[in-house]
């Protein structure tokens, strides 16, 4: 949906400006200053400022103020760029302004609603207060914004007041200056770029001369389907190194987008999430913008989009047209820019579902062959056709007690052909085929991984030095025992195990149990409903009625198992998030992934539970006529003369195709009408007292309109990630694969436009989200690994047990004599003499309608057989070739899946070589660099400054090629203590002596 807000010219905005003293005074602050003498020079400098009545403006901005020619040299510079090659230089806004030719406000109506009022500042946050809202209006509130705003500038933050708005809204901007970005880059441990040295180059990959050729010639088949490089030009991969202050001679601090507006909002993000907003230290959870929206103090909290939809000159825009676009829905994706734009998580999630889209496409080819292959031999299949077209009456036995009378096997010709479409030979070659894809997929994204998370510059992020949430510090705040944490080297308190773990562990456990056992008394219910309505659909007796019977009670009764899943979910996704809050899990990571695992395991009982039940139970125990195995006094469900195949396809295809559908519709729905209520917000106040609008242009500006928009939220992504990787698309393709051979190309067909239309709902329905920096897709790839080796097992003993493969196959080689299936039918169906039908069991037939001899399927001896209705020979045979085909088709599958692993490493040699290379080159600079910084340090020891620190540097270099040592050591080395060098004594102690 786009924005049908018109952009026009902002009246408002000052159009001169009388900072040129300040960005002076603050240009003459040495290079060399320590930390607290700048600190000292802001305070004295913020005061003055004050004096002036320069309110809401601290000297913290200073720093980056630069006047707008400045910026349209710059706008012209990288245009000049831009127009002599194809490369830019890594960050969405550098293409912004190179599409600038000028910073016209006529042709940019809201771009400066970007910036503070002096136009030079940026908008890194906004947060939200409505003072319509009566909570918001108490002296609580009140307070709370008060000391929270005064925390907040006491971090270096600073804020700009817009006045009220006519609908009560309050909005506060706020910046972040560049002390601040540099103070917590050092404490984040942001990997930021480095300077280069422009006579080392990387070298490109030799390949072989065909397969270079190869590769051109399919780079001109699909390049009409790759991103255009005029409109997204491939990004210049930067060296990088962990961000110190210590160390900034190494690093580009006069690129002009050194810190990234992602990486401003994350830093921003990071101190609104750890703020206090009372004076007081009663309330260990008095802190964090999250809390305050909770208690109504602000409403929202959110970073700006770089533009509208209707501004060509913004990422935004760009991303609308050419890649949320559904005309665009076959083409290639910009990940660097959607992971510039959106954070790395989201950009992994867009990457991970293109490749598994495009991993999709074999599969779906296969399926469909296999399909086509079924539907050509419909009519050659002899058993089906026996059912539909054989010489006289099969009288098959009641379907129920009393009711129930006995029925012509022909009633079911339509069943048993829908079955014999997904009940062929090619049901097997397709199961084996989907175990292999599976292990291919997963082996080939660890390798796309890999290439991705090395351009994305993820290679040395390690999750253990990320920060602990700020909700788990408040819950251990009253605890006094501390532990060291030898990752970050800080104190941190350490949780009771006996007294707040294994409590809390024993209630989550127990929780999920309770749960599981709903799910599956659900499933029951849906039992019970087939096994009514099927009876009374045979009462009715009429031919038409019976025929139809089995595919409209499985229809119905998967519907309505469709409506528990969907209820069940949010009850179950509220009670995943309580019981992992009361875990204490420390990071975020380990937060997200507890309750990641909590919502599988839920979910996959409360989607599966049924089909489980279809595939492995149902008709398995029922028994024999006159001696049913029965529940409750009832009889067990029966399979149809062709097996549970059928039914369970029905309900695979419903499930599968219902829920995607209906998800992608509430995705669509569920935001749009978020964003209708914040519109009627916003509009609220907007209309004179004779019923006319008003005439503002408040409305326009890029902080309202954004307002306008939904929150995305921390956890946003995990129900994407859960419908399409785990619980419902993926599972569907492989474990039950053997049922469903279309399931494939369904999930292709969604995915091609869920992947469109999630971009679509990200532009124009959220807020941009702050970009989270992850390493991988985290739990949620061993979780698509756990459902591969799972798909093994599920599908050998689906074709092994409940589709008729293994007893057709026994057949054609112990019992026809020429390998057909000529009188497959009668033989697999045994005879039951209906005198032997307990009382009160048989049905209420007139006697000229009654029958000696009815038939069922099994094999069972005759009625005149001395071991009547007992297991013929016949049975013990195919069920030893069931348990043998299960063998063979485990083993043959985990070979092959084991030799596909070894054939494929997780990372290319040619990426492991670039970045052996790179690292070199990162290692140089810093080399260089120190030697330039010794040559500079002293006039009078010049020459032995030079050697003793090139003497050091190069026994660093020494140690980092000798020692070939990890990324956080090398860290450690150039930012840190050096590691202890090699000594030419033994390493081992006494003890191991």
């Known amino acids: 949906m786009e924005e049908d807000d018109e952009e026009i010219s902002i009246p408002w905005i000052q159009k001169d400006r009388n900072n040129t003293s300040e960005a002076s005074l603050y240009r003459s602050i040495p290079s060399n200053l320590n930390a607290e003498s700048i600190q000292t020079l802001y305070q004295s400098v913020r005061n003055i400022s004050s004096l002036n009545n320069t309110t809401s403006m601290s000297m913290n901005s200073m720093h980056s103020a630069i006047s707008l020619q400045d910026i349209e ?103 972040a200056p560049r002390e601040v970005l540099r103070r917590y880059a050092e404490i984040l441990k942001l990997r930021l770029p480095m300077k280069e040295l422009p006579t080392v180059l990387i070298p490109e990959n030799r390949s072989n001369a065909l397969i270079k050729e190869v590769n051109s010639l399919f780079k001109r088949i699909m390049k009409k389907y790759y991103v255009d490089q005029t409109i997204f030009p491939t990004m210049r991969h930067n060296f990088t190194a962990v961000y110190s202050r210590d160390k900034e001679y ?120 296999c399909f086509i292959y079924s539907c050509a031999t419909l009519y050659s299949n002899e058993p089906s056709e026996d059912v539909c077209n054989g010489k006289g009456i099969i009288q098959m036995c009641p379907l129920c007690d009393h009711f129930c009378g006995y029925w012509d096997l022909k009633e079911t010709c339509l069943h048993a052909r829908i079955t014999y479409l997904f009940d062929n030979p090619s049901t097997v070659f397709f199961s084996i085929f989907m175990s292999l894809w599976a ?52 104190e941190e308190p350490k949780v009771p195990f006996w007294k707040m773990r294994v409590p809390a562990t024993i209630l989550s456990f127990s929780v999920v149990l309770l749960l599981i056992a709903i799910a599956m008394a659900a499933v029951l219910g849906v039992v019970l409903y087939r096994m009514s309505v099927l009876t009374a659909l045979s009462v009715y007796g009429h031919p038409m009625v019976t025929s139809y019977a089995i595919l409209f009670t499985t229809a119905t009764a998967a519907s309505i198992n469709l409506c528990c899943i969907i ?76 097996g549970c195949l059928m039914e369970l396809c029905i309900q695979l295809s419903i499930i599968m195709i219902g829920k995607q559908a209906m998800n992608t519709i509430l995705e669509m729905l569920f935001p749009l009408f978020y964003k209708w209520l914040n519109t009627l917000k916003v509009h609220v106040g907007m209309k004179t007292k004779d019923g006319q609008k008003k005439v503002t242009t408040r409305k326009y500006l890029q902080w309202i309109k954004d307002y306008k928009l939904v929150d995305w939220g921390p956890r946003s992504l995990f129900p994407e990630y859960l419908e399409m990787g785990s619980v419902l698309q993926y599972g569907f393709v492989t474990i039950f694969v053997a049922a469903f051979p279309l399931a494939p190309f369904f999930a292709l067909l969604n995915n091609v436009f869920e992947m469109r239309l999630d971009a679509k709902k990200l532009l124009t329905m959220y807020r941009r989200p702050v970009g989270q920096r992850v390493t991988d897709i985290g739990i949620w790839f061993r979780i698509l690994d756990s459902i591969s080796k799972l798909s093994v097992i599920t599908n050998a003993f689906i074709i092994a047990f409940t589709s008729n493969f293994i007893p057709r196959l026994v057949y054609r080689i112990t019992v026809s004599d020429n390998y057909s299936l000529e009188g497959f039918l009668d033989h697999s169906l045994s005879k039951f003499n209906t005198s032997d039908l307990k009382n009160g069991t048989e049905p209420f037939l007139p006697s000229h309608e009654q029958v000696e001899i009815c038939r069922y399927p099994d094999y069972r001896e005759p009625p005149e057989s001395p071991n009547k209705y007992q297991y013929t020979i016949m049975f013990w045979h195919v069920l030893a070739a069931r348990l043998a085909f299960i063998v063979v088709f485990e083993n043959v599958v985990a070979l092959v899946m084991i030799f596909v692993r070894w054939c494929i490493p997780d990372i290319h040699p040619k990426l492991r070589d670039k970045i052996r290379r790179e690292t070199y080159i990162t290692n140089e ?30 026994n660093r270099w020494n140690r980092v090629i000798r020692n070939s040592l990890s990324n956080s050591e090398f860290d450690l080395e150039v930012h840190g203590s050096p590691v202890s060098p090699t000594s030419t004594h033994s390493r081992v102690g006494p003890a191991a002596l």
């Not at 949430?469 to 060291?484: E, F, G, M, T, V």
């Open 73 to 175: 040299r710059s706008y012209n510079d990288d245009l000049s760029t831009l127009n002599n090659g194809t490369t830019v230089d890594g960050s969405c806004t550098d293409l912004r302004n190179s599409r600038r030719s000028s910073k016209s406000i006529s042709k940019c109506g809201t771009a400066f609603s970007l910036y503070f009022r002096d136009e030079v500042r940026t908008i890194d946050f906004v947060i939200v207060w409505d003072e319509y809202n009566v909570e918001a209006q108490t002296y609580r509130c009140t307070e709370y914004r008060r000391v929270f705003e005064k925390n907040l500038e006491k971090e270096g933050l600073q804020l700009e007041y817009e006045q009220a708005e006519p609908n009560g809204l309050h909005f506060i901007k706020i910046h």
């Open 250 to 369: 190494l690093f580009s601090l006069d690129s002009p987008n050194f810190f990234t507006a992602a990486t401003r909002a994350r830093i921003v993000q990071f101190i609104l999430d750890r703020t206090r907003f009372t004076e007081t230290k009663d309330d260990d959870f008095a802190f964090g913008i999250e809390r305050l929206i909770s208690e109504k103090a602000y409403i929202a909290a959110y970073p700006l989009h770089d533009g509208d939809l209707q501004a060509p000159d913004s990422m935004r825009y760009l991303l609308y047209k050419e890649w949320a676009c559904l005309k665009k829905c076959l083409h290639y994706q910009p990940l660097d820019y959607i992971k510039e734009y959106f954070g790395v998580k989201i950009g992994l999630y867009f990457a991970w579902l293109g490749f598994y889209t495009h991993m999709l496409i074999p599969a779906s080819i296969v399926g469909l062959l």
């Open 439 to 490: 292990t291919l997929f997963l082996e080939l994204w660890k390798r796309y991984s890999a290439e991705i998370t090395h351009r994305w510059d993820l290679t040395g992020l390690d999750a253990q030095e990320e920060h602990p949430r700020p909700q788990y510090l408040a819950r251990l705040a009253h605890i006094k025992k501390k532990s060291l944490n030898i990752i970050t080297n800080t």
């Open 567 to 642: 209820v069940f979910n949010w009850v179950y996704v509220w009670l995943a998030e309580y019981l992992t809050e009361i875990e204490l899990l420390r990071t975020q990571t380990e937060f997200d992934d507890s309750l990641t695992l909590k919502i599988y395991l839920l979910e996959f009982v409360n989607y599966y539970a049924s089909i489980f039940y279809i595939a492995f139970f149902k008709g398995k125990f029922v028994g024999y006529p006159g001696n049913y195995n029965r529940f409750f006094e009832y009889r067990q469900e029966e399979c149809g003369p062709g």
């Open 925 to 954: 600079i810093i080399i260089q660099q120190e030697a330039l910084r010794a040559r500079e340090s002293s006039a009078n020891d010049v020459e032995t400054n030079q050697h003793i620190t090139l003497n050091e540097n190069t």
